[in-house]
C-alpha cells in the first residue's frame, strides 16, 4: 500500500458487514480536479497511483497530472502503472522463468541475495500452447494428442514443475486444462482484487499485464489489462512498475442490438476493421452508451481479445449487471460478486449509459448494422462482407497464384465476375466419410504444362475429392477468441446437427478439429446433446488450448499435402481465432480466412473458399435435393434456448475446483529441487541463456554505433509472427542442424515455441519465417540475406550471415517500413534480434510492445523521418552505417534525434526512447540487466 497519501485518500468501504480498506477517488476530487467525468479506464489507473504512491517512482504530481488528464493533448506525462497479478501462457512463460533462474545466479554470482529474485506479484502460467492437432477425426484424438504433447515437453514441463515449487507466489494451470484468456476470463480474473495485511483487507481494481497480446480480453470484464514482452512481465513479477505515458482514450458508444443472422464473431471483425481505419495504436478504447447493456459478456470479451489487430493497448468495457451476472454464473463467490458491485458503485467505475465522459476521440456503431463477415486472406482486420466473399476470395487470389487459368478468365478482381463458377460436384456416400491417409496422389503436370482443372485426390477409404486453389484443408474451431462465447460455440454445434441431419458431410479434403479454451465448453455439448453432431463431421475435441491459431495445426492429411506441393495449389484455411498473418497457420497454406464457429463449420461442408454462402449450395443433402447455409443456420432464438438450457454455473464451480492440480500425468512428473536450478548441458529444451554473462554491477557508458551493416531490408506490415520463431522446425533450417548435431532426431524437433527455453534453437529460427520477404536478398522468400563479409556478398540464411558479421566484429541494423512488429507479444522477436548482434532497428513506424521490448533488450528503435523511408532517402540497404549522438544518455539527456549516415545519405532519425525508464533500459543494456541491479543495490 501507498507510503504517503498526499490526497488523505485511504477510507474504509463496508460490504454487508465486512470492512475494506480502499482509497478513495473522490478524495482528488475534493482538491478541485475533476475525476467525475475521466474515462473508467483512467480512473483505475488513479486508483493505481493513488494506493502505490510513494514520492518517488509515484507522486502526488503524477496523480494531478492524470486527474487533470487534458482529453486532446497528445501524451506527454509518464506515470508508473503496477499491475496486481501477472499471467503467463508456456511459450512465454518457459523463456520468462529461465531468465528468473539465471538472474539468481547472476545475483550470487555478484554477491547479492538470490533469494530476492522472487516473484512479488501473483504470478499464474497456463499452460496452453504446446498441444498440437497431430490426431483429429477420432474419438481417441484428445488423449492421443495430450499423450504426444507430454513427450514432446517432458523438460519443459519439469522445468516448470521446478520453477512452480522454486519460487513463491507462482502458480502453473497444468496442460489440457484450457486456454489462458478463457481461464483468466472465467476464473483467474476477481475485477476487484483483494490483500490481507496487517489485519486489514485491501480492496482494489484487478489489473494484470500477461505475456501474451490477447491478454485485453478481460477487459470484457471491466480489467484493466493488456499484453508486454516477456521481459517486461518479468520486472512486474519482481515488482517494477510499468513505465507509460497517460494514453489518449477513443470513447466508443455502442448503440442498438446484433440483428439476427450476426453473430459476435461478426461484431468484432467490424470493430476490428473500424478500429484499424480510425488508427488507435497505443490508445485506450472504452465502449459506452445505451448498446452496451445488449452487449453480452462473452461478446464483450471476444471484442477486447482482439485489442491487438487493432492496435490499441486495451478495448474495456465498464462494469455493470451484464458483468455481475457472468460473474455468478462462472462460479464466483456471491461475496466476490457483492464486493465488485459495491467497489463499482463507491468508485465510479459502474456505468451510466447515459453519461458522456471526456474523450480524446470518439466514434459510433448502432449494432444493427453489423452483418455477417468473414476476414482475410492474410490480415485480420481486413473484413469481408459474407455476402461478398466470393468475389473477394477470387480478387485476392491473383496475389497467389503464380500461373493463372487461361485468358479471358484470370484470378483478378476486374475480371472475376466472369470467373467460370464451377458447379459443385456431386459427392456419393464414401466420399462423405472422414478421409484416412494413403500415399496415392494424382500425377504432377508435365513440367511447363500450365494445370487448368482441379486436381482428383483419392483416399484410403475409396473417398474421391478434387481440390483446387482456395479448397479449404484446414477448419478449426479453435483460440478462446470465440470459444469463450458460448452463444456462437452453441451456434456452431447446432449448425451441425442441422447439416448431419440434412445428410451433409464435411469434405474429405478439410482437417477439421475443436480445440476449446476451458473444459466447460465439452461439459455444455455433452448436456445439450450435441458433441456426437460435431463428431459426425469430423469435428472431434483435439485438445484444450491453443492449436491451429497459434500454427498448432498439425500435418495436413498426407495426400492433400502432397497434392498442394505437387501442384503449386494456394489453397486455404477457416478457423475461429484472431490470427491469420501469413505463413502463421501452415507452412503450405497460403490463404487464412478467421469466421464464426458456425461459419467454419459451413466452410467445412462446402471445402472450398470459391463459394457464394448465400445463393451457392453446400451440397446435396441425404434426399439429392442441394441444401443452403440458410437451410441449417440456426435461429438466436434457438441458440439462446439451448444455452440457458445446458449452461449451469455448477459446470464452472466444477471444472475449476482443481485447476492448479493437473491429471495424474502431471502430478506424477519428477519435479527438479532446489531454489537454484541445476542446468542440463544436455538439454536441447532449457538451457542458461547468455544476457547476463561477465555482467558488471556499473554499466559501461553507451556508445555510438559505427560501420553497421543491414541484417534485413524489410516492408510494411513486418509481424512478430515474421520475425520470431514459431511454429514447426523445417528439417532444411539451422535449428534443425543444430538440432541434429546434438543427436535430436527429425521426428523429435518439436516446434519453436516448446523449446523457447533453448536460445540456441530460438536464434536460428529468428527471421526465418517461410513468408518473410528482405528486399537484401531479392528474389528469396524466407530467412535469406546477403553477407558482405564475403567476396560478391553472397545469399545465405540470416543466422549464418550474423555469425560472420559476429565474428568480424560488426554491428547490425533492421531496416523496416510502417507498423513494424505488429501482431503478438512476443518476447523472441526482441531476445532473436539481439542475440543475432542486431544493435538498431530504423522503421517507419511500430507496433507498441515491439518497439518496447527492443528496448527492454537493450536494441535501438529509430524512426525515419516524416514521410520518408528507406526508398525516398535512396537506401539500398548494401551502406555501411554509422549512428551518432546516442551518446547523450550518458549524460542523463535523451536527444528526440539522432543522427544516420549511410553511404552518401544522412538523415536524422527519432529517437524512440520514449519515457525516462526507457532510457535506463538501454543504458543499462536492457531491462533484467536493470532489475538485477536496482535489486543488488538494494542489499
Known amino acids: 500500500m501507498a507510503s504517503v497519501n498526499s490526497f488523505g485518500s485511504r477510507g474504509v468501504l463496508d460490504v454487508n458487514g465486512k470492512p475494506y480498506e480502499i482509497f478513495r477517488l473522490d478524495a482528488v476530487a475534493a482538491a478541485g480536479l475533476d475525476v467525475a467525468s475521466l474515462p473508467y479506464s483512467l480512473k483505475i489507473l488513479l486508483e493505481n497511483l493513488l494506493r502505490t504512491e510513494n514520492g518517488a517512482d509515484i507522486t502526488a504530481d ?125 476464473h483467474l480474473s476477481r475485477v476487484v482484487f483483494t490483500q490481507d495485511d496487517e489485519g486489514l483487507t485491501a480492496a482494489y481494481p484487478d489489473t494484470c499485464v500477461g505475456t501474451d497480446s ?128 459495491a467497489y463499482a458503485k463507491e468508485q465510479g467505475l459502474w456505468h451510466d449509459p447515459q453519461m458522456e465522459l471526456r474523450y480524446s476521440e470518439r466514434l459510433e456503431l448502432d449494432l444493427a448494422t453489423v452483418v455477417p463477415s468473414i476476414a482475410g486472406p492474410k490480415r485480420p482486420q481486413d473484413r469481408i462482407s459474407l455476402s461478398e466473399a466470393k468475389l473477394a476470395f477470387r480478387g485476392a487470389l491473383a496475389a497467389y497464384v503464380d500461373e493463372p487459368r487461361q485468358t479471358p478468365h484470370g484470378y483478378d478482381k476486374a475480371v472475376a465476375e466472369s470467373f467460370p463458377a464451377s458447379d459443385p460436384p456431386a459427392y456419393s456416400d464414401s466420399e462423405r466419410r472422414s478421409a484416412q491417409p494413403t500415399d496415392h496422389v494424382a500425377e504432377a503436370p508435365a513440367s511447363g504444362q500450365r494445370r487448368r482443372e482441379p486436381v482428383a485426390v483419392a483416399f484410403s477409404d475409396g473417398a474421391q475429392g478434387q481440390i483446387d486453389h482456395g479448397s479449404v484443408v484446414i477448419a478449426a474451431i479453435t483460440s478462446c477468441t470465440n470459444t469463450s462465447n458460448p452463444t456462437v460455440m452453441m451456434a456452431a454445434a447446432l449448425l451441425a446437427k442441422n447439416a448431419v441431419d440434412k445428410g451433409l458431410s464435411r469434405k474429405p479434403w478439410v482437417k477439421t478439429s475443436l480445440a476449446p479454451g476451458s473444459r466447460v465448453v465439452t461439459d455444455y455439448y455433452d448436456r445439450a446433446g450435441l458433441t456426437p453432431y460435431l463428431e459426425a463431421l469430423g469435428f472431434n475435441l483435439v485438445g484444450y488450448g491453443c492449436t491451429t491459431c497459434i500454427g498448432n495445426s498439425g500435418p495436413l492429411i498426407p495426400e492433400v499435402s502432397k497434392a498442394v506441393a505437387a501442384h503449386d495449389l494456394s489453397v486455404a484455411s477457416v478457423l475461429s481465432g484472431n490470427r491469420n498473418f501469413e505463413g502463421r497457420i501452415h507452412a503450405e497454406v497460403k490463404m487464412n480466412y478467421l469466421m464464426s464457429p458456425p461459419l467454419v463449420v459451413a466452410y467445412a461442408l ?89 555482467m558488471p554491477r556499473e554499466p559501461a557508458p553507451v556508445a555510438d554505433i559505427a560501420g553497421a551493416r543491414v541484417l534485413a531490408m524489410l516492408g510494411d506490415s513486418v ?108 518476447d523472441w522477436a526482441a531476445k532473436g534480434t539481439v542475440l543475432l548482434g542486431v544493435r538498431a532497428v530504423i522503421a517507419e513506424s511500430y507496433e507498441r510492445i515491439h518497439r518496447s521490448n527492443l528496448l527492454g533488450m537493450g536494441v535501438l528503435p529509430l524512426q525515419y523521418p516524416e514521410g520518408q523511408n528507406a526508398q525516398t532517402l535512396g537506401l539500398t540497404g548494401e551502406e555501411a552505417y554509422d549512428i551518432l549522438g546516442v551518446t547523450a544518455l550518458n549524460e542523463g539527456r535523451t536527444p528526440a534525434t539522432v543522427k544516420v549516415r549511410a553511404g552518401g545519405v544522412e538523415f536524422d532519425a527519432l529517437l524512440r526512447i520514449d519515457t525516462p525508464s526507457e532510457a535506463s533500459y538501454y543504458r543499462h543494456g536492457g531491462i533484467m540487466q536493470y532489475v538485477l541491479r536496482s535489486l543488488l543495490g538494494k542489499g
Not at 497456463?126 to 494428442?145: K, L, P, T, W, Y
Not at 504433447?149 to 494451470?173: C, I
Open 62 to 186: 503524477d496523480i494531478r497530472a492524470l486527474a487533470a488528464w487534458d482529453a486532446n493533448a497528445e501524451p506527454s506525462r509518464e506515470i508508473a502503472f503496477t499491475p496486481a497479478r501477472v499471467v503467463l501462457q508456456d511459450f512465454t512463460g518457459v523463456p520468462a522463468v529461465v531468465d528468473l533462474a539465471a538472474m539468481r545466479e547472476a545475483m550470487h554470482a555478484l554477491g547479492g541475495d538470490a533469494s530476492r529474485i522472487n516473484p512479488l506479484a501473483p504470478v499464474e502460467l497456463v499452460i496452453d500452447h504446446s498441444v498440437i492437432v497431430d490426431v483429429f477425426g477420432s474419438a481417441q484424438a484428445f488423449e492421443r494428442n495430450v499423450d504426444i504433447e507430454y513427450e514432446r515437453n517432458l523438460e519443459r514441463y519439469q522445468f516448470l514443475r521446478w520453477g512452480q515449487s522454486a519460487f513463491d507466489d507462482f502458480k502453473v494451470v497444468p496442460p489440457g486444462t484450457g486456454i489462458v484468456h478463457q481461464v483468466n476470463l472465467e
Open 719 to 826: 509481424t512478430t509472427d515474421h520475425i520470431s520463431p514459431a511454429g514447426s522446425i523445417a528439417r532444411n533450417s539451422p535449428a534443425a542442424a543444430y538440432l541434429a548435431e546434438h543427436g535430436v532426431a527429425p521426428a523429435d524437433f518439436n516446434s519453436y515455441g516448446s523449446r523457447r527455453g533453448n536460445h540456441e534453437v530460438m536464434i536460428r529460427g529468428t527471421f526465418a519465417n517461410v513468408r518473410l520477404r528482405n528486399q537484401l536478398a531479392q528474389g528469396t522468400e524466407g530467412g535469406y540475406t546477403r553477407d558482405f563479409t564475403q567476396a560478391g556478398a553472397p545469399v545465405v540464411t540470416i543466422f549464418e550471415a550474423s555469425r560472420s558479421y559476429q565474428a568480424a566484429g560488426t554491428p547490425l541494423v533492421i531496416l523496416a517500413g510502417k507498423e513494424y512488429g505488429s501482431g503478438s507479444s512476443r
Open 214 to 341: 490477447h491478454t485485453p480480453m478481460v477487459n470484457g470484464l471491466g480489467v484493466v489489462a493488456w499484453g508486454v514482452g516477456g521481459i517486461e512481465a518479468e520486472a512486474a513479477m519482481l515488482g517494477q512498475p510499468i513505465s507509460m505515458l497517460i494514453p489518449r482514450v477513443v470513447g466508443f458508444k455502442l448503440t442498438g442490438s446484433l440483428p439476427e443472422g450476426s453473430t459476435a464473431t461478426d461484431l468484432v471483425l467490424t470493430i476490428t476493421e473500424r478500429l484499424r481505419q480510425h488508427r488507435v495504436v497505443g490508445k485506450f478504447v472504452e465502449f459506452y452508451g445505451p448498446g452496451v447493456a445488449a452487449v453480452p459478456l462473452a461478446n464483450r470479451a471476444t471484442i477486447g481479445n482482439m485489442s491487438p489487430e487493432y492496435g490499441s493497448t486495451i478495448a474495456i468495457f465498464p462494469i455493470d449487471d451484464v458483468t455481475l451476472r457472468y460473474m455468478e454464473l462462472t462460479g464466483r463467490s456471491p461475496e466476490q460478486v457483492a464486493l465488485v458491485e
Open 606 to 694: 462446402a471445402g472450398t473458399m470459391d463459394i457464394d454462402l448465400f445463393n451457392d449450395p453446400l451440397g446435396a443433402g441425404k434426399d439429392g435435393q442441394d441444401v443452403y447455409l440458410k437451410d441449417i443456420w440456426p435461429s438466436a432464438a434457438e441458440v439462446a434456448a439451448v444455452v440457458d438450457a445446458s449452461i449451469v454455473s455448477d459446470m464452472y464451480k466444477s471444472g475449476y475446483a482443481d485447476v492448479f492440480a493437473g491429471d495424474q500425468r502431471w502430478q506424477q512428473l519428477p519435479t527438479p529441487q532446489g531454489d537454484v536450478f541445476e542446468w542440463d548441458p544436455a538439454s536441447t529444451y532449457v538451457r542458461k541463456p547468455p544476457y547476463f554473462l561477465d
